[in-house]
Nanobody, 115 residues
Framework: QVHLVESGGGLVQTGGSLRLSCAAS????????MEWYRQAPGKQREFVAA???????DYADSVKGRFSISRDNAKNTVYLQMNSLKFEDTAVYYC?????????WGQGTQVTVSS
C-alpha cells in the first residue's frame, strides 16, 4: 500500500517562496513518476510538475521558470520549490505517485499567496 504525506504549505506574500515536500511509503518510489497537481477553489485539478524515475522533469507553462521539482530516492521524497509566487498560485497542492499507470494521491496541502 502506498501512502503519501505532503507538507510545507502555508501563507506567503506575493513574490515569496515555499518548498513543498511529499514523503511516500512503500518500496516503489524509485520506479515511480512523481507529480504535483493543484486545485484552486471552483476550478478543476491541474497538472503542475512531474519528475520521472530517471530524473526528467516536466512543468505546466504557468509555473515554468518559477517552480522546480526534484526527488530524493533515498528518502522516498519529492519536493516542489516554488519561487516568485503569485496570487493565482493559491490552491491546494496534491502530490501523486504514478506507477504502472496507476495514480496514488496524497491528502493535499494548502498554499495561500496574499496579494
Amino acid at each position: 500500500q502506498v501512502h503519501l504525506v505532503e507538507s510545507g504549505g502555508g501563507l506567503v506574500q506575493t513574490g515569496g517562496s515555499l518548498r513543498l515536500s511529499c514523503a511516500a511509503s512503500g518500496d516503489i518510489f524509485s520506479i515511480s513518476v512523481m507529480e504535483w497537481y493543484r486545485q484552486a477553489p471552483g476550478k478543476q485539478r491541474e497538472f503542475v510538475a512531474a519528475v520521472g524515475s530517471g530524473g526528467s522533469t516536466d512543468y505546466a507553462d504557468s509555473v515554468k521558470g518559477r517552480f522546480s521539482i526534484s526527488r530524493d530516492n533515498a528518502k522516498n521524497t519529492v519536493y516542489l520549490q516554488m519561487n516568485s509566487l503569485k496570487f493565482e498560485d493559491t490552491a491546494v497542492y496534491y502530490c501523486a505517485l504514478r506507477v504502472f499507470g496507476i495514480p496514488y494521491w496524497g491528502q493535499g496541502t494548502q498554499v495561500t499567496v496574499s496579494s
